[in-house]
Every structure is written in C-alpha cells, then in structure tokens.
C-alpha cells in the first residue's frame, strides 16, 4: 500500500515548517541544466531571490523534454477559431520544429540572452510559438493585449526597448476583423525607443502593409529557416522569464517581471495540487496570452508538465452562441476549464437555465477555475447547478503569477463556499490588517498583505524599476507585500474579498486604472477637472463612468464634450478599457481639504446607501452626481 494522499493541511504545515525544503522537493519537477543546490538566497535582490545558483532554459522544459521522453505525437496546443471554422493540432514534435526553426530566426536580428521582445498578437498558436522562441534564447518577453491602443503599446515598448516587435496583419472577433499592424506603425512612431524590426504573422483574412526595410514576412522567413533549429540557451533561474505590464495607480504601466525557475517551480507545483491535471490531460484556459493567466495557465504551465493547452480564439459568447466553451472542453476533452467569472456572467445571460451545458459531453471536465475578479455567490452557485461539477473561485495577481488563495483540487476539494476564494496556497502567508498595519481578528475587514519572502514564481522586482518595487509592494508594511486587496478571513481560514484598497477596478476580467483613465481626460482641453469610478455592471463586473467638470466659460454643448472624452479614452488606452460613460456636472464632491469622494460617487451610482462623510465641503455637490446618474439611467 502507498502512503495515505497528502491533504491540503498537511501541504500547507510541510511548507510552514520549512519552505525551503518544500520548494527544493517541489523543484524535482524541472529539468535544470544545473540543479539548485539550494531553494533561497535572502540576501539577494529586494526580498531574496529563489533558486539562485540553478541554471536552466524554460523552452526545454515545455517542448523538448517532452519529445525526449516520447510524447512527441501528442498534441501541446489544440487551436481554434470558430468565428473562421478553423481548428488544428499541433503536436509536441511539430512544435519543437517549429519553436526552434523561429528561434534561428530570432537569432538572425541579433536576438539573444536578456534581449527584449514585444509580441502583439491575438490568439493563434504563433504567440505561444512566439514566447518559446524568446525562451529558447533566454530573451525576455513582453506580450501585450490587443486591446490597447498604440498609445499603452508604445509606454510598453518604451519601457522594455525591445530589439523586435513581432505581430499579425489582423485579430479576428466576431463580426468584425482588428487589423493589429496598423497600430503597430502607429505605436512605433510615437516611442521614443525604436525596435530594429518587425515580423507580421500575415492573416490569410487581412493583408498587413509593410514599411520596406523594417517589417518582414514571418511565414516566410520561418519557411527560410527549416532544418536550422538551434538550441535551448541555459539561463539562471534568476533571470527573467517575461516582463507582462499591468496598470498601476498612474497611467505608466508597471513592468512585472517573472524569472525563470521560480516561475516554472510553481506552476509545475500548481498544475497537480490545485487543478489536479497531468501529463498528457487537456486543459481549457480561455484566457487571451496577454494576461497573466494566459502566460501561466495557456501557455508554459500545460506545456511545462506535457499536458495539452487549447488555444481558443473565440468568445464565451457570439462564437456562435453560449455553448461554445463547453463545446470546445467537450470536443478535446477538457479535464479543466479556467476563465474569468465575466465569462460565465455572460454566458448565464444567455443561457440561463444552463442548457447548453447539457448538449455536449462534458463527461471528461472535474471542474471548473475561476479568477481575475470577484466571483459572485450567485455566479457560482449557477455554474455549479448547471454543470454539475465543482466551481473553484481562486485569487490572483499578475504581480504573483499564479494562485494567491484558492481550493486545491489536487489535495482534495474543502468545502466549497460561494463568495470566498479559499485557503492560502504554501508560499503564502496571509495577515488581514488594518489601516494601522496591525493584524485584525477572522471576520473584520482589512487589507491582505503577505509575509516576505513571495513564494517561487511571483515577482522578484518591477522591470528597471526597484524603487517603485518597494514603493509600490514594500515600504507600506515592512517585512510585507501590500496585495491592494480588502477583504477579510473567516473563522475557518477561508479567504473572502471585497475588492481594490487603489484605483484599479476589474472591468470583464481586465485589469483597468482609473487613475491612468482620469490622466487622460484631464488632457481634454474644455476639462477643469474629472473622476473615473467603476459601477456596478451585471456582466462585466465593473465598467468606468468619468464625472467631467467643465472649464469656465466653456459654453459647448456637455453631449459633446462627453461624446469627445469617450473617444479619447478609446483612441488612448484601447477599446479594453470599455469606457462608454462620461457626465458632464457641476461639480465633484470633495473633501475639505480637496479629495475627491469617488467612494461615495460609486455608492450612489450602484444605488447603494452611504453616510454622508463628515469632512464633506459641500453636500449638495453629491446630488448633482446623483442627479446626472439619474438622467443618464433615464
Ligand atoms: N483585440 C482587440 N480588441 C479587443 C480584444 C483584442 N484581443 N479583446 C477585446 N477587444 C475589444 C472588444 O471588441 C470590445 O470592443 P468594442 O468596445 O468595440 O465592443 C472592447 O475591446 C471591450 O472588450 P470586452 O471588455 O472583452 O467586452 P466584450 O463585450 O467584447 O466581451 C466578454 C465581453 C465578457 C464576453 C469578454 O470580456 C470576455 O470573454 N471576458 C473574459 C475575460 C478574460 O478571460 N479575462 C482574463 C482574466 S482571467
Ligand atoms: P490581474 O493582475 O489582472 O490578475 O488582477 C488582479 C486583481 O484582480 C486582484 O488584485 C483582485 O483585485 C482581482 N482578483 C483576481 N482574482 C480574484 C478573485 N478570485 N476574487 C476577487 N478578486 C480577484
């Protein structure tokens, strides 16, 4: 007989009483170049730095080892594209050619070791190609969403001075095709750090222009290449992975950087004990590869254990209907789904009773992962009702690039309890405290921060940037990372979250400043002053509504101003940023000493009562924004 299965009390205590030990078992699942003799360096860098004199090379450990070992006519990556009826395999061996093929011609423009690569590309297999490429020679990616706008791209490729942009002529949605190129020339004319070249991935649907002498056709150098594959670069664990932007209280994106073996530790650890999937298993993460979750759970996590990864260029819905994520885990045989609670929202909208589930065989799916934003009770419960199956709702950051809070699966299912995401995954030792930084008792409310070190995997530093690292994370709470998120834990340990202590509110499972979206507006020439709060919305979650005060004596009809602000928002950050709101008032309210009460705003605007702040210079300025939500609600 085995021993018994290690419960996720046990996990967690094995952790506690030696972390190290724990990370240096749980490094047994990498193949290092040079194995880590030992788990953590505390002297190193901003908190310490894990696995510090191991050497290893992130490609190999996703593609080639798993050829080595005999999987190379199993499928790494299922791709499909319903919205051009599109689907096909590509096997470990196919990839292998064609990541080592790409990496020669990387290697060509002089791409090596530490060298930055900005990759801008909608959901087909060439960005995962992409990413293993750059690891492959120990260059250092920077995916960005396709979402934004060439103004958030150029901040992204200003900060990271990549040496390549490598994009595609087109993005497809449903109903309408993104040309991506053109917001590649616009991105480069304005940053100030020019990429040597860019390579486009030409879309049989869209025919990108190219700049003769600086874009190249990427098939065709591919095509140039075969049978010139190089080899995997070792790298220390210690270096970087990928940077991945994220929006901080300002308009300038932070540069999360992830190192190498760390990185890979974690998700391998992850991959068994929280979703419970395995070698040669399918896992549907429907996260597009410019978040975080993409990164981990698209991309190198499946890969790094030799599961399968779907790659799913589609909607929850529209692509054709409300079906088509369990359509999809049906047609591959999902043993996991991973998707925003927006998604579901979405879906529930337009299946309500759940039916859709019920006309495919999902027969192989154990349950299904939610994250990125506040799964709400009556999403969950839902979900669980109409599929049947366990729903895990688990907390996230890009910053810690895999589960902060969650229900591991893999240890055995706690009792799932709608609204909460869970226990603290090893690594991470959570304290809710108040505004004093002092501990709070299980049931009050505070802000999450965790005990230094961030386990494997989360962020070592800020690219370029360790002041802000400390400022940002650090400094608030010595000995801690601030997490920004309020929330409390109940009596049995269970983690429950309220939402955001900062300016960032979760718009369909994207991360958004309003902040970086009031910068914007202030740039309005007719805009005295402005507010971006989040309200309430029944599929999104969140979505931005700016309060706009007009300069004086500007007597220009308020509808067009507005009609202006929604544009610039547009045009600046990106569609992403689903801003369609702005109102035209008097006045914001205000603090005596000249702070503005978004807080209060977003109460009255998601019809919520609220106490009238007793430093309030002027309690009728709450009506006008009452007044002016209430005419726009009709
Ligand atoms: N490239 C270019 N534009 C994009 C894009 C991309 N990759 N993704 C979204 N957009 C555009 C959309 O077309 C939309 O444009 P519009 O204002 O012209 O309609 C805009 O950005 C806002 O997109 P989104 O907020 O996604 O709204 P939506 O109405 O298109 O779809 C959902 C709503 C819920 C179906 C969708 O948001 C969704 O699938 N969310 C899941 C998110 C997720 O997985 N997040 C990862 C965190 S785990
Ligand atoms: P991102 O960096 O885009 O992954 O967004 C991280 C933020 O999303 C967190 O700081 C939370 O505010 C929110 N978030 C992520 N997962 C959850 C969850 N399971 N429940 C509540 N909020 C979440």
């Not at 991506?180 to 100030?192: E, Q, W």
């Not at 055995?412 to 995954?425: D, E, N, T």
């Amino acid at each position: 007989p085995g021993s018994p299965p290690l419960t996720y009390a046990d996990t967690y205590r094995r952790w506690q009483a030696d972390p190290e030990r724990f990370w240096l078992d749980a490094s047994a699942a990498i193949d290092w170049a040079s194995p880590p003799t030992r788990a953590f360096d505390p002297d190193a860098g901003t908190y310490g730095r894990w696995f510090p004199d191991a050497t290893l090379n992130a490609c190999f450990n996703c593609v080639d080892r798993h050829v080595l070992a005999g999987r190379g006519e199993q499928p790494a990556i299922l791709y499909d594209a319903p919205v051009i009826n599109f689907a096909k395999p590509i096997t470990y061996a196919e990839l292998l050619d064609e990541v080592s093929c790409f990496a020669a011609v990387l290697r060509d423009f002089g791409v090596g070791k530490g060298d930055r690569v900005v990759i801008y590309l909608p959901m087909i297999p060439r960005a995962h190609v992409a990413m293993l490429a750059c690891a492959r020679l120990g260059a250092i990616h920077s995916v960005v969403f396709g979402g934004f706008a060439p103004a958030e791209l150029a901040a992204r490729i200003d900060d990271a001075a990549p040496k390549l942009i490598l994009t595609a002529s087109c993005g497809i949605e449903p109903g309408r095709t993104i040309p991506y190129k053109p917001l590649v020339d616009a991105a480069i004319a304005m940053a100030r750090a020019k990429p040597q070249a860019v390579l486009v991935w030409q879309r049989p649907r869209l025919q990108a222009e190219m700049v003769e002498g600086r874009d190249h056709d990427w098939e065709a150098l591919l095509e140039a290449a075969e049978g010139r594959g190089v080899d995997c670069v070792p790298v220390l664990a210690t270096d970087p992975l990928y940077i991945l932007y994220t929006s901080g209280t300002t308009g300038k994106p932070k540069g999360v950087v992830r190192d190498t073996g760390g990185t890979l530790v974690a998700l391998a650890w992850s991959m068994s004990a929280l979703y419970d999937v395995h070698p040669g298993e399918v896992f549907f993460c429907a996260s597009d590869v410019g978040w975080v979750v993409g990164h981990s759970y698209g991309v190198y996590a499946p890969l790094l254990i030799g599961a399968t990864t779907i790659c799913y260029e589609g909607k929850p819905v529209g692509s054709p209907d409300a079906g088509a994520f369990w359509r999809v885990a049906a047609q591959y045989g999902a043993a996991a789904l991973f998707t925003a609670p927006t998604a579901m929202r979405a879906i529930r909208k337009e299946d309500p009773e759940g039916k859709l589930f019920a006309s495919y065989d999902g027969s192989k799916l154990r349950a299904l992962f939610l994250a990125g934003e506040r799964a709400d009770a009556a999403t969950v419960d839902w979900l669980m009702a109409a599929t049947g199956l366990p729903v895990i709702d688990h907390w996230w950051q890009t910053e810690t690039g895999w589960c902060i809070a969650g229900n591991p699966l893999g240890l055995g299912l706690l009792p799932v309890k709608p609204g909460s995401a869970a226990v603290p995954m090893p690594g991470y030792a959570l304290t809710v405290v108040d505004e004093n930084g002092r501990a709070v008792a299980a049931g009050t409310m505070g802000m999450f921060v965790v005990a230094l070190p961030l386990p494997p995997g989360s962020l070592p530093t800020l690219w370029g940037d360790e002041a802000r690292m400390r400022a940002s994370y650090l400094d608030d709470h010595p000995g801690f990372y601030s997490t920004r998120d309020a929330g409390y834990v109940d009596e049995d340990g269970h983690v429950f979250l309220l939402g955001r202590t900062d300016d960032i509110i979760n718009c369909a499972g994207h991360r958004l400043s309003t902040g970086g979206m009031e910068e914007v507006l202030a740039a309005h020439p007719d805009v005295a002053e402005c507010a971006v709060i989040g309200i309430n919305d029944a599929v999104k979650g969140e979505v931005p509504c700016g309060f706009l005060v007009l300069k004086a004596g500007v007597a220009r009809q308020a509808a067009a101003v507005a009609g202006e602000a929604v544009a610039l928002v547009r045009e600046r950050i990106g569609p992403v940023a689903s801003f369609k709101t702005a109102l035209v008032v008097e006045r914001l309210p205000k603090t005596r000493s000249g702070k503005i009460l978004r807080g209060t705003m977003k109460r009255i605007a998601d019809g919520e009562a609220y106490a009238m702040p007793a430093t309030i210079e002027d309690p009728a300025a709450l009506e006008t924004i009452a007044a002016a939500l209430a005419e726009r609600n009709g």
